[in-house]
């Protein structure tokens, strides 16, 4: 009950977004994302947390239903973005294990605690999200002017975080629903 509650009232404040023109916010939110998945990483390298975590990945995806919901947003396409996001971040993590494994002197000095540091911080862009899908319903949709939207949104994320080819690559995927309508 308080949970509901709790949803409700971080989509009322999350979908007072005016309309978006543009995709950069969103995708924004997509690199910033897959950015964290770096301290994830860092979180479980070393230790015996595997990569995927069934159980948080289902909690992940309810709540974003739950909110999308709350936000009158199309709850299995939202689930579908999500679903997309998830997947981009564990490409990233396997990467960035690889690499780590590779050259054991790139691997992060700081472990930060993913329960309280990290999936906390995951948790505030799942809100952000929801709030962006809303303002972004009437451009995502399978049309040319939602793909060159995409495009320019990509770009600028691009060289706002100078991704290198790892998270540029997970970026590609994780963007790949927004103009599935
Ligand atoms: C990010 C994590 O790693 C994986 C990716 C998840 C996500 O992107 O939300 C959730 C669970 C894990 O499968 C995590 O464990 O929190």
Redesign the pocket.
Known sequence: MIYLFVVGLTAAVTTALPPSRDLNALVNLSAE?LL??DR?AA??FGTD?????????RQ?LDRAAAMAAEAGLDATGTVAF?RA??????AV?RGLFDRWARHPERAPEHRPD?ATE??PH?DRITAAFISRLAATEDLRAATRQCGELLVSAKRAADRRHRLDPLHERALNGAIAPVCTG
């Not at 947390?49 to 990945?57: A, F, G, H, K, M």
């Not at 996001?85 to 564990?90: S, V």
């Open positions: 994302r964290l998945a994830v979180a479980k947390q595997p990569i995927e975590d069934p159980v948080r990945e992940v999500f996001q998830i997947e981009a971040g564990k993590q993913l990290v999936r995951l």
